[in-house]
């Protein structure tokens, strides 16, 4: 059973950054699509970021130059590293996984129908 497990939310004034990992057990393939996924309060969670396993990566418009998506194949491990955050990007944020999931020909891989496998999730609050 595939298991993705978040961590690094917290607590930071606005202007700071934080960088979030969501580490993946159980899974073998090498191909694949990851998304860092977010859910505002009292909003429907929404895309972030997205990273396929050839490399590509895909942005929601708000979080472009600000946030990067990466991905360390030796430790199974997906992040995001935030920057200059700001109050509107308080949520819990989840790490997704779909196997054999892929960016092009129009799919941005940014849907929460996309994916099957989800994190518990990890809470980012921004303050100022």
């Known amino acids: 059973q595939v298991q993705l497990v978040e961590s690094g939310g917290g607590s930071v004034q606005a202007g700071g950054s934080l960088r979030l990992a969501c580490a993946v057990s159980?899974?073998?393939?090498?191909?694949?699509?990851m998304g860092w996924f977010r859910r505002p309060p009292g909003q429907q969670r929404e895309g972030v970021a997205a990273?396929?396993?050839?490399?590509?990566?895909t942005y929601t418009d708000s979080v472009k130059g600000r946030f990067t998506i990466s991905k360390d194949n030796a430790e199974n491990t997906l992040y995001l590293h935030m920057n200059s955050l700001k109050p509107e990007n308080t949520a819990i944020y989840y790490c997704?996984?779909?196997?054999?999931?892929?960016?092009?020909?129009?799919?941005?891989?940014?849907?929460?129908?996309?994916?099957?496998?989800w994190g518990q999730g990890t809470q980012v609050t921004v303050s100022g």
């Open positions: 997704a996984l779909q196997p054999g999931g892929w960016i092009g020909f129009g799919g941005d891989m940014l849907d929460v129908s996309d994916y099957n496998y």
């Open positions: 159980e899974y073998t393939s090498n191909k694949y699509c």
């Open positions: 990273i396929d396993s050839d490399g590509d990566t």
